[in-house]
Structures are given as C-alpha cells and as structure tokens.
C-alpha cells in the first residue's frame, strides 16, 4: 500500500533516476500515480514531478541532485490526480513529504493549519504533514519539527520528509514499513528491501517509534519514546538481485507460479528446530488459532482442516472478524498468524491483542524484518523470495507447506502414529508435472473462457479451500466473476445460478470424496454446466480435464491451487489486465 523510496548523497548526483529505478522495483505496492521531489544543485526549493499512472516506462527530468524522495500511491485520500500525487509541499517549497499509511485526524489538523494562514492543494491526508513541519519550524529545528509532527498523527504510519535548508532527510515509523538501506557513502530508504538490493543487501529496519536521521555525514536512529538516539545493528538480507527481476518470464506472476516447484519443498523441509519449539506448546495443551486475510485465510482454512486431519483441534478466523471471537483466546492459545507481507493491519491487529490476552504469537511469514515478524514470540519464515506480483501465488503454497510440516511434525512425535511421507510423494510429482505442457493445456481452456463472465468452482474437505483460493486468483487476475462453493452446498440454493453454457471448475482427488463431487458435477451437467474438472482421475462428466499428478489427496490442494494460478494468469493476460498489477489491489494493505 504505497512505495516509498528515497537516495541520500546519491553517488553520481542522479538521485532522482536512483529514485525512478527505486520506485519501479516498488511499483506493486501502488501503482495509480508517482512522484519524485528533489533538491537540485542549482535553485532556491525543492522540484517535484508527478503523474498519474503506472511508472513502468516513465521517464523524469528532474535536475541534478544529491538527495532524492519518491512515492508511488495506491489511493486513500483524495482522488487519483496528480495533484494527490505524492511528495507534497509545504506553501514555500523547502519541505516535501511522501507518505505511507492514514493520518486519521488530518481534517482537525488542516483546519488549524488553515487558520493560521498554510494553504493547500490537494485534498489529501499527507499534505497537512509538510504543513505542520512548516509550522513547527518556526519554534523548532528540524528534528524537532519532524518527530513533534510525527507525534501529532493519528494511526498507522510511516513518512520521509526532505528538508530544503540542510539536505537531511528524516523519516519515522509506527505502522507502515520502512527499511533503511547502507552502502558505504550512500543511505536509501524504502518500504521493502526489494527497491535496493542492486545497490547494498545493508539493511536496518525501522522499529515502530523509531525515526532515521540522514545527512550528508552521518545517519542515526532515533527512539521517538525515549527521546534519545540509540544504537543500532545492520542486518543482512538473503534475497538477491535476480529474485527481484522477471528472469525471462513475461511477467512476475508467471515466474513465481513456476517457482513453486522449488517453493513449495523448501518450505516442508526448513524451520525443522522452530517447529519442534512450536511443537512443545502445542503438545503441552496450548490450542492453535490460525490467522490471516485474503489468501492467507483460505491458507488457515485449508491448514485447519489439515490440523483436524491429524488431530489437532484448532480454530480459524479472518483478522478483520477477530472481534467476536476474541474472549475465546486466552494464554493456553497460540496464534498463527499467516501473512506474506507480515505488514496487513487486518491481521497485525488481532495478533497484538492475541498477545495482549497472553496467547503466543507464531509468524507464518515470507517477508524477513516485517512487523509481524517483530511482534511475534516465534517467526517461522517460509522462505518462498519476493514476491512481486501482487497476486499470492508462491507464498500461499509456501505457507500451506509451512503449516503442513508442523501438523506433520506434531502427528509424528506423538505416540503409536507413523511418518507422514505425503510431501515426499508431492514434491518428486509436482517437479515434473509443472512444465511446459501444463501451461499449454491450462491456456487452451483459458482461451475457450475469454469472454465468459461468471465462473463457479466446487470443492470438498482440502479442495473446499482450494476452490476458495481457486475463484480468488480468476477474480483477482482476470476479472472474471468467479465464486467457489463446498461441493455439499450446491443443491442448497446455489444451483439455481448455473445455466447453460457456465463454465463450473471441480476440484477433485483421489480420495473418498471423489463420487460425491462427481455427483456435484452431474447435478450441474444437468443444468448445462460446461463442466471443468480438475484432478488425477477423468470423469466422463467433464468436457475438459486439467491433470494433476495422484498425491495424497489431503495434499491435492497444493496442485488445484497451482492450476487456479495459471488460469488466472492466461485469462488475465487474455483479457487485457496486467496479471503483476491487477486493478485497485495493493500487494500489502496497511490499513485497516
Ligand atoms: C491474494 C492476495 C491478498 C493477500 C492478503 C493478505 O492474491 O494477494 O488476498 O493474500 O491481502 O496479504 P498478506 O499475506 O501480505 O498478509
């Protein structure tokens, strides 16, 4: 939900084309507008240009400088102009300001700040905060001014104020993500690592109520509660520079499906030592919630009915309905809370006030240094890289993988039961079934379904989730209306939808529920359903067939999900979307 990114003592005096390339790298994270504010060489104030649109091809022109802010906006406040554009000014042009988050008291600040003579632009929530850096700075020098400002906003936040005078930056966290990046002489700062990496895998992530103080000598940290700066230690990040690149794949969201092939079995195989931690609290009576939004929801989903596969009594909820449900977590409850981005307020929310009431906090988590991983007592990361694409594809298998292994190691340590050798068999079937021509049979059926506007999918037991995850990449990539259902709740009021013609997805295993989905199936025949079966075994029901290797069916989930990803895909492309940047998504949503 909105890139930031900002270069200080840029090596060659080109900070804002370090800034432009910055920004392509974070394009994901909002893409309706961007902008670039400078201090050039020359001149008396700060320079900014924005634009409406995607900044994949743009260009700027912005003069030489050292010291560069940029933002690329997902809109929250105001409409999407280039006014609303980020970085905002105050009246006399020294100070600009690009911002990620909410400032939820904005409109009581604005009206003050328009008494007392400040005028606006634009109509967003950002602008008071270069306004009232102005106005403190009448009293106060700059870090005052800044860290005073910060505190004076209300919700989750993270901003970077360029001042004209000293050619400091200052940026300051609670809420919204913000890593700073270290190369010998140059300081960069970001939403996500992934915007630097060509230049230092240095990195030092903002805690929340910490502030980072650059200048041409020196870069500290500040604790905006104690008052004081303190001392900090650098981190070094694992990913690299091609796991941020599309490596000869037209897009991102293709290139990460075919990772999964490595994703999926590196993420049943780590983390062995912090599972059997996990393991300990589970055995000794602690009961497992599991927590997340979007696709990180159906993966809980898809886990809980895994954990009750095995035994494990477990509970599941969406983060934005926690409410209800929260007097039932108690210090015997440990929360997994499944998030790529580890930055989605829907599901930070309910895990701080999980930990509030005692629970142990467990991070299901892809993107190191994140929020959850710093609020969790326990991080498992799931070690799927960046993912760029908007859309979850790599990092929900990830995930599920992640919650499999320790249902697995959970089951196998306990008395009388035997191993699970169920990944095993999925990951030597999954190496050679996603290839080249599965990508053709999935794009044969997604061009016969360019122009249809509904879909239903069906699923039962592990495949219920999968239809869940299924629909949700056709809704996301292509637009398409899709809607999933358990397979048992079709004759109760939703058959009346199917209609001749109406493509029907039916996620199908090798297991016991195979006759009653296939029953499903025919009651939808019935109707005229076009009928898409997706499984390893064929049925004379289906008028196309999408083969997925025979695995353990409780582990089917992982290969329907996979076909669902590659549909989306070819329907998105298809259908003229652009598949890495689906339409008003953000890739993570920092606001509630
Ligand atoms: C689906 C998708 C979203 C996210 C959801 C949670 O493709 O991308 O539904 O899964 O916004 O995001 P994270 O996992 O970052 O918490």
């Known amino acids: 939900m909105c890139g930031i990114f900002a270069v200080i003592e840029d090596k060659q005096n080109q900070a804002a084309q370090t800034v432009l390339a910055g920004l392509k790298k974070l394009e994901y994270r909002g893409y309706d507008s ?12 700060i320079q900014v240009d924005k634009h409406v649109g995607k900044i994949g091809i743009a260009t700027t022109s912005l003069p030489d400088g050292s010291v560069a802010i940029g933002h690329t906006r997902w809109a929250t406040h105001g409409g999407v102009t280039d006014t609303n554009a980020h970085p905002h000014l105050d009246c006399k042009k020294q100070i600009a300001v690009i911002h990620n ?13 328009i008494k007392k003579g400040h005028s606006f632009i634009s109509e967003t929530d950002t602008e008071v905060i270069a306004h009232l850096v102005e106005e403190k700075r009448k009293t106060m020098d700059l870090e005052e001014a800044v860290f005073s400002t910060f505190r004076e906003l209300v919700g989750s936040n993270a901003i970077v104020v360029l001042d004209y005078q000293t050619g400091s930056v200052i940026a300051c966290r609670n809420g919204s993500p913000l890593v700073v990046g270290f190369s010998p002489k140059e300081t960069f700062l970001a939403s996500d690592t992934t915007a630097f990496l060509n230049k230092t895998n240095s990195v030092y992530y903002l805690n929340d109520n910490e502030a980072v103080v650059v200048s041409k000598n020196e870069r500290r940290i500040f604790d905006l509660i104690k008052q004081s700066y ?67 929801y159906y993966c809980a989903l898809a886990a809980h009915y895994y954990f009750a596969q095995l035994g494990i009594d477990s509970k599941v909820v969406g983060g934005y ?16 809370a499944i998030s790529q981005s580890g930055e989605t307020a829907d599901t930070l929310i309910p895990a701080k006030e999980a930990k509030k ?14 929020s959850l991983e710093r609020l969790a007592d326990v991080t498992l990361p799931v070690g799927a890289g960046p993912e760029i694409s908007v859309v979850s594809t790599k990092a929900f298998t990830a995930q599920l993988a992640t919650l499999y292994a320790v249902a697995n190691q959970y089951y196998e340590r306990k008395p009388h039961t035997g191993l699970i050798r169920s990944s095993t068999q999925l990951k030597s079937k999954l190496k050679h079934w996603l290839n080249a021509s599965l990508m053709s049979t999935v794009l044969n059926i997604a061009k016969r379904l360019l122009s249809e506007e509904h879909a239903y999918v069906i699923g039962k037991y592990n495949n219920y989730p999968a239809a869940l995850e ?31 013609g109406t493509p029907c997805f039916i996620m199908t295993d090798s297991g016991p529920s195979y006759g009653e989905i296939c029953s499903s199936a025919s009651q939808m025949k019935a109707r005229g359903g076009y009928i898409i079966g997706v499984g390893p075994t064929r049925s004379p029901l289906f008028d196309e067939w999408i083969q997925t290797p025979d695995v353990d069916p409780r582990y089917s989930i992982f290969l329907n999900v996979i076909v669902g990803q590659l549909l989306g895909y070819y329907l998105g492309v298809g259908r003229g979307a652009d598949p890495d940047k689906p339409r008003n998504l953000a890739k993570s949503v920092t606001v509630k």
């Open 357 to 370: 009431r005692g629970a142990i906090v467990v991070a299901i988590v892809n993107s190191r240094g994140s």
């Open 34 to 45: 961007w902008g670039i504010a400078i201090k050039p060489m020359g001149g008396s104030t």
């Open 230 to 296: 303190i001392s900090f230690k650098k981190q070094t990040v694992d990913w690299t520079l091609e796991d941020t690149e599309k490596g000869g794949f037209p897009h991102f969201l293709l290139k990460e499906i075919m990772e999964e092939k490595k994703t999926i079995p590196q993420a049943f195989d780590s983390n062995k030592k912090t599972v059997e931690h996990v393991i300990k609290k589970m055995v000794s009576g602690y009961t497992p919630l599991l927590l997340g939004c979007g696709s990180a």
């Open 470 to 500: 299924f629909a949700l990449k056709l809704k996301e990539t292509s637009y398409m209306h899709a809607e999933a259902f358990a397979a048992g709740e079709l004759k109760h009021g939703v058959i009346t939808l199917i209609q001749k």
């Open 101 to 113: 988050g909410i400032v939820e008291n904005y409109h009581e600040l604005k009206i003050e700040l």
């Open 321 to 336: 309905e926690y409410l209800p449900f929260e007097k039932s977590i108690s210090n015997k409850s440990i929360v997994f």
